[in-house]
């Protein structure tokens, strides 16, 4: 088990590009989360997945954000149109069903210039 | 605006010090929980408490749920350079899907 992985771990993008980032959770975790953080904040819930069912998005989540789950297992996150203030770090989490926490990723930090 | 106030915001103590931080809501939770975060990592699961009134002890550390399940706090005794970090307290107000974090507090413990 090695843990929450995110790839990339940085990403610098320009502003109107798009940019999608990779989420593989620990393997037997049905449950998968997105959350948003900025400097100085706590994480924001963004949504989360059960198996590959996406059953809440948050109204930070804006239609230019997609996430994805195929078939349960990775997940990835897709930010269309990149804005400045889309930079942040993005942090995955994933929980079994009988897990009371979360076990995060590293994260991936993107900077939209 | 957050639903979880944490304070202190900054803290600076030296090693041997004790120190306590508090997490405080006008909501209920169904469950709060302790992470630490360091710089360009994620947050690692400290402790989960569930009823209200309860207290959990990981060696040095010390954490409470109110009674009323609305706040909590975390008590380190004799610090140590190592617990340098963001400490974030989260609560979930129904399940365990979604957690509310507060802003919170960050620890610098000098030598």
């Known amino acids: 088990d090695t843990g929450v992985s995110q790839d990339p771990r940085h990403k610098i993008t320009k502003r109107g590009q798009n940019v999608t980032f990779r989420c593989d959770p620990i393997?037997?975790?049905?449950?998968l989360y997105w959350y948003r953080q900025t400097l100085g904040q706590g994480p924001e819930f963004l949504t989360y997945f059960q198996n590959e069912a996406q059953l809440e998005k948050s109204r930070l989540l804006s239609d230019r954000f997609s996430a994805e789950r195929p078939k349960g297992s990775f997940s990835t996150l897709e930010i269309q149109r990149t804005e400045q203030g889309d930079s942040a770090m993005y942090l995955c989490?994933?929980?079994?069903?009988?897990?009371?926490?979360?076990?995060f990723g590293s994260g991936t930090r993107l900077t939209v210039v | 605006t957050q639903l979880l106030e944490q304070s202190p915001q900054f803290l600076s103590i030296q090693e041997g010090e004790n120190l306590t931080v508090y997490c405080n809501s006008s909501s209920v939770f169904s469950s709060l929980q302790w992470y630490r975060q360091e710089p360009g990592e994620g947050p690692v699961l400290l402790v989960t408490?569930?009823?209200?009134?309860e207290v959990k002890k990981l060696k040095r550390l010390t954490f409470q749920f109110g009674d009323a399940r609305k706040d909590s706090s975390l008590h380190i005794t004799a610090a140590q350079p190592g617990d340098t970090g963001l400490y974030l307290c989260a609560g979930a107000e129904d399940n365990f899907n979604k957690f509310y974090f507060g802003s919170g507090t960050k620890l610098n413990v000098k030598p």
């Open positions: 989490a994933s929980r079994g069903s009988t897990d009371y926490g979360y076990t």
């Open positions: 393997s037997e975790h049905n449950r």
């Open positions: 408490v569930v009823t209200g009134g």
